[in-house]
């Protein structure tokens, strides 16, 4: 890991693995200028999307993995749809406009293929790594900057979280390309064909989850299960914890944030009990990958507050906000207002408690009194309660 810009960036090893699998498919000074192109407008990329970020007021850093990068960002106040189409933009304009610019400095027109071939190595490799990998991250499907950007687009006309129809709707085209490329002979972009749809699939099966039961009420035990009543995924994570597998502790844990549940009485089980030691809750979070995936609204919520409760606050308050960005829960955006609360940032409590009480409107009754609960009980909005803005706001829940 090292800083650029005042970013963190780390590179992974699959990262150093795909650069090395280029230079082997093509061992010829064309491969060396295509890798080390790869490398230099990937990072360039990823800087543009985190440059983005970081102008509307988020704290962002870069990863680079196995052929793909990935910037991760979260802002203490939420963002608006507009600039999350702006940072998802950001990264492929930087890395067309800046290889564009390198060909245009080596004399070579970009829009011709025959000034490209006559170029050279470096300046067909720079065309390939710059102008032409940019321009397809723009197809609009997922995982790619394009789908990202119509998944925006989607999501503000419904008002809702659109990650699963945004799926389904990238593996029908993507399958449609394959169908078409096959039929007209042209089998150039069958790797990259294949890695969009694989990583698509991952998409759909993470945010599929089949109906449960809830159980009944239990107790927290030692052992990691409940005392009358079936274990919660929580404490199933402990049980594999103990058991001696850390992965899929975590996994149990990131499958379900990465769900798309539609029925609270299903996913009340997945709160951790009130009675779980939070040692037991502490070992579980450092089974999750960094970043922290996004999840659903009701998961996300969940381990934004165990986050909270077993010191991680910043954290806690960082990944709620993110949360928030996505999904306009009140409850959410509560988790911030007591993070910054508890870290005596009270004027950024109170902006945060505000977005909670108008996130309620047009919600549930029943979610607007949880909301006056926990503004009238949460321990750290003590200090909240006798601002007048706070009392306005508490007043118009009713």
């Known amino acids: 890991m090292f800083r650029l810009f005042g970013f963190d960036v780390k590179v992974r090893a699959g990262f150093l693995i795909f650069l090395a699998l280029i230079m082997f ?4 000074r064309f491969g ?6 790869i490398a230099v407008f990937t990072l360039l990329h990823e800087l543009g999307h985190a440059v983005a970020a970081r102008s509307a007021g988020a704290q962002a850093a870069i990863s680079l993995d196995f052929m793909a990068g990935y910037t991760s960002f979260s802002a203490e106040r939420p963002l608006r749809h507009a600039q999350h189409a702006l940072i998802s933009v950001s990264g492929p304009f930087a890395q067309i406009a800046s290889s564009v610019a390198v060909l245009l400095a080596m004399g070579v027109n970009p829009l011709s293929i025959d000034s490209v071939r006559d170029s050279g190595d470096a300046a067909a490799a720079i065309w390939w790594a710059g102008p032409v990998i940019g321009v397809l991250n723009l197809i609009p499907v997922l995982p790619l900057d394009g789908g990202h950007l119509a998944q925006t687009a989607i999501e503000t006309v419904l008002r809702r979280p659109a990650m699963r129809e945004m799926a389904i709707a990238s593996i029908a085209i993507t399958i449609g390309a394959a169908v078409f490329m096959a039929i007209t002979g042209r089998v150039g972009f069958v790797i990259f064909i294949a890695f969009l749809l694989l990583g698509q ?4 099966q993470a945010t599929s989850r089949p109906k449960v039961i809830a159980p009944t009420p239990g107790v927290w035990r ?3 299960f409940m005392q009358g009543g079936a274990p919660s995924p929580w404490q199933q994570a402990h049980r594999l914890l103990v058991s001696g597998s850390a992965d899929r502790a975590g996994d149990v844990i990131v499958v379900d944030l990465m769900s798309d549940p539609t029925d609270s009485s299903d996913t009340a089980r997945w709160a951790p009990p009130s ?10 979070i450092e089974t999750l990958p960094r970043p922290l995936p996004d999840g659903n609204a009701f998961s996300q919520r969940v381990l934004a507050e165990v986050l909270l409760v077993t010191g991680f606050v910043r954290d806690g308050g960082e990944y709620a906000a993110a949360g928030f960005e ?3 829960t009140p409850l959410l955006a509560l988790v911030v207002a007591r993070a910054a609360a508890h870290m005596g940032d009270q004027a950024n409590a109170l902006q945060w408690t505000q977005a909670a009480i108008d996130a309620t409107a047009h919600r549930p009754p029943q979610e607007r009194a949880v909301v006056a609960r926990v503004l009238d009980l949460a321990p750290e909005l003590h200090g909240l309660r006798e601002q007048a803005q706070f009392r306005t706001g508490r007043a118009s829940l009713g």
């Open 275 to 284: 009675d779980a030691p939070p040692d037991v809750l502490r070992s579980i």
């Open 201 to 204: 699939l991952q998409i759909l």
């Open 25 to 28: 498919i093509y061992p010829t």
């Open 222 to 224: 030692n052992d990691g």
């Open 326 to 328: 996505r999904h306009r």
């Open 32 to 37: 060396l200028w295509l890798a080390a192109g």
